[in-house]
């Protein structure tokens, strides 16, 4: 079974410019997570996804953040415009069960280093 | 792949002793506790779970100890080998329909040979 995968693995960009990632979940996980992990600091969690749902978005730092998940697939998250403050790794996760259903195992996927220069 | 240890607390252990990784976490409510490593380049990889309602949960070569006294997690590894060089980081989870995890900074282990 093939695991959380995410694209692409770096992107170096200005400031001011686009960036979009995406994640491919766990085929079957409704559930689908964004965490971000800047420099020498512990990994935050941005949002939660159930199918194509914003279940919680609580984590997510601007409204120059965007996150979707059209079909309950793939999720892409979008910066515009970024700032440097936005470089470091960011994660996807996926897990099976419903939400509220309680703890499920969130699996991680090998995550995107984003550099804004 | 993403630098690991910097601005992190290390711990170095001989290849064979056994290593204990420490976490304090701050929410009295969470419900499950976990143990993640990630190695250089790689996303966090699950290691072992264990719910509030628990005190000890072992694994293989893992233990891992739940004090909810003092809001402590600690995370024992025997005979340390070379592939358990990593970070390490600890989580919560409170569920209540926040399923995010709460993760803690991370501990870089060092393995000497």
């Known amino acids: 079974e093939a695991g959380v995968t995410q694209f692409p693995s770096h992107s170096v960009i200005e400031k001011g410019q686009t960036v979009t990632l995406r994640c491919d979940p766990i085929?079957?996980?409704?559930?689908l997570y964004w965490y971000r992990r800047v420099m020498g600091k512990e990994i935050k969690f941005l949002l939660h996804?159930?199918?194509?749902?914003?279940?919680?978005e609580s984590g997510m730092p601007n409204n120059r953040f965007l996150a979707e998940r059209t079909g309950g697939t793939y999720s892409t998250l979008k910066v515009q415009p970024a700032e440097l403050e936005d470089s470091g790794v960011y994660f996807c996760?996926?897990?099976?069960?419903?939400?509220?259903?309680?703890?499920?195992?969130?699996?991680f996927g090998p995550g995107t280093r984003l550099t804004v220069l | 792949g993403e630098s690991v240890g910097l601005h992190l607390p290390t711990l170095s252990v001989q290849e064979g002793d056994n290593s204990i990784i420490n976490c304090a976490y701050s929410?009295?409510?969470?419900?499950?506790f976990i143990w993640y490593k990630q190695e250089s380049g790689k996303g966090p990889q699950f290691i072992i779970d264990?719910?509030?309602?628990?005190d000890k949960r072992q694994g293989q070569r893992v233990t891992v100890l739940l004090n909810k006294t003092v809001k402590h997690l600690s995370l024992q590894i025997a005979a340390t080998q070379p592939g358990d060089s990593a970070v390490y980081f600890c989580?919560?989870?409170?569920?209540?329909?926040?399923?995010?995890?709460?993760f803690g900074k991370g501990t870089h282990l060092i393995i000497q040979p």
């Open positions: 996804f159930v199918k194509e749902s914003k279940q919680d």
């Open positions: 989580a919560e989870f409170s569920g209540g329909g926040a399923d995010g995890l709460t």
């Open positions: 085929s079957g996980h409704d559930n």
């Open positions: 996760a996926s897990s099976h069960g419903l939400a509220g259903d309680g703890y499920n195992e969130q699996f």
């Open positions: 264990i719910r509030s309602n628990m």
């Open positions: 929410n009295s409510a969470s419900d499950y």
